[in-house]
């Protein structure tokens, strides 16, 4: 399902009519897919075109090449995500969480004409610091959907789920075990995920009005106090930075009516 798009990623339409209203993309993050958008399409959809992507290696998309594994996988996703918006209308607001953040950055930085505004939920780009292939961090993750691969049916899988994640809602449990299941292994075990580029080069340099919601646990979030202090050093005027009392890194899913009211009162600034 590509939607007219040349691209063989799989992508869907939802919410507005394209053209109708203005267009939203959505990045989901590292085991994530499109399909775990539900709390998003059910605000947005009637006030947005909402075009949601399943990045490589996720979902119903295409399994990363031994070729495109030995290059890196992050900078494939920039490729394929800039490939879409640049067959758009008008630049969209670009959405991403997590890798998909990582990602949306990146291609926002790199090709400013494609965005219209950036919303980052608890983005996840390498660190100045941070191995660009890491086979110890390759390991947590498949370890991490481990559970979701064994689960008997789906009716078990959204039994573990509730466990796992007892205050999300329910829409969002199913679909993201269902995920984890579609994930491309290989590129799991390779342990190479993100772009190439380092947050600091990349807050420095987006040009989009950037705005970075995040989770008040410190033990659960990308955008640590350490990174919120470097983006203020930085001192970029297009990007903010919000913290959501009470979630960690999946703030829709964990605060969702402070997550929107947040992306909400910037969007009506920029978008």
């Known amino acids: 399902m590509t939607h007219g798009f040349h691209t063989d990623l799989h992508v869907r339409r939802s919410g507005r009519p394209a053209g109708d209203a203005p267009t939203m993309v959505l990045l989901h993050g590292l085991t994530g897919s499109g399909s775990g958008w539900p709390g998003a399409e059910r605000h947005w959809g009637s006030t947005y075109s909402l075009l949601i992507i399943d990045q490589r290696g996720h979902g119903h998309s295409p399994r990363f090449t031994r070729a495109q594994l030995d290059t890196h996988p992050g900078e494939v996703m920039v490729d394929d995500a800039a490939g879409i918006l640049a067959q758009l209308a008008e630049p969209p607001v670009l959405v991403g969480h997590s890798l998909g953040g990582a990602v949306a950055l990146t291609v926002a930085t790199r090709r400013p004409e494609l965005v219209r505004a ?3 939920e608890d983005p996840a780009p390498l660190g100045p610091d941070d191995r660009q292939r890491d086979p110890a961090l390759a390991q947590d993750f498949l370890a991490g959907v481990q559970e979701s691969l064994e689960a008997r049916d789906e ?3 959204l039994h ?3 466990e796992k994640h007892p205050s999300w809602l329910e829409d969002e449990l199913l679909v993201s ?3 984890e299941q579609q994930m491309d292994l290989a590129y799991l075990a390779h342990g190479d995920f993100k772009p190439t580029t380092r947050w600091p080069d990349l807050f420095s340099d987006v040009a989009a009005p950037t705005l970075v919601v995040s989770g008040d646990d410190p033990a659960g979030v990308c955008i640590t106090e350490t990174v919120e202090r470097g983006i203020a050093e930085i001192g970029n005027p297009l990007v903010r930075v919000v913290r ?10 964990e605060q969702p009516s402070a997550f929107y009211a947040a992306v909400d009162s910037f969007l009506a600034e920029h978008a």
């Open 118 to 120: 950036l919303v980052l």
């Open 155 to 157: 009716e078990h899988l």
């Open 160 to 162: 573990l789920r509730r």
């Open 177 to 179: 075990g269902l995920a």
């Open 244 to 253: 959501v009392p009470g979630s960690a890194h999946c703030i829709r899913r």
